[in-house]
């Protein structure tokens, strides 16, 4: 089973910028990617990176995150700019072992996932 350990949440102000990193471990990674949740609502997806390097976003990030990974270390980052307060949300990783033909954005088909780290932006 895979275990993803999430890390660099915290408090940062409108405007800032905040990296997430993502340690995965117990098998060669297909895809990962970063979800985020509020209270009350779905999780949503955030980004995602296959192991060969496509990525996708979601509409709400496009311009401002960036996703990226290094295949040897097993981990992914995200690195968030130009942070707005509705991006407060508790951030999650994802992965799995599989590697689809096409990128993986659908949450269902993600079978691990870390324990999410808070991400609070002030106005």
């Known amino acids: 089973q895979v275990q993803l350990v999430e890390s660099g949440g915290g408090l940062v102000q409108a405007g800032g910028s905040l990296t997430l990193s993502c340690i995965a471990s117990?098998?060669?990674?297909?895809?990962m990617a970063w979800y985020r949740q509020v209270p009350g609502k779905q999780r949503d997806l955030v980004a995602q990176?296959?192991?060969?390097?496509?990525?996708d976003y979601g509409d709400s990030v496009k311009g401002r995150f960036t996703i990226s990974r290094d295949n040897a270390k097993n981990t992914a980052w995200i690195h968030m700019n130009s942070l707005e307060p509705r991006d407060t949300a508790v951030y999650y990783c994802?992965?799995?072992?599989?590697?689809?033909?096409?990128?993986?954005?659908?949450?269902?088909?993600?079978?691990?996932w870390g324990q999410g780290t808070q991400v609070t932006v002030s106005s």
């Open positions: 990176i296959t192991s060969g390097g496509l990525k």
């Open positions: 994802a992965a799995t072992l599989r590697r689809f033909p096409s990128p993986c954005l659908v949450a269902s088909k993600y079978p691990d």
């Open positions: 117990g098998g060669s990674i297909g895809h």
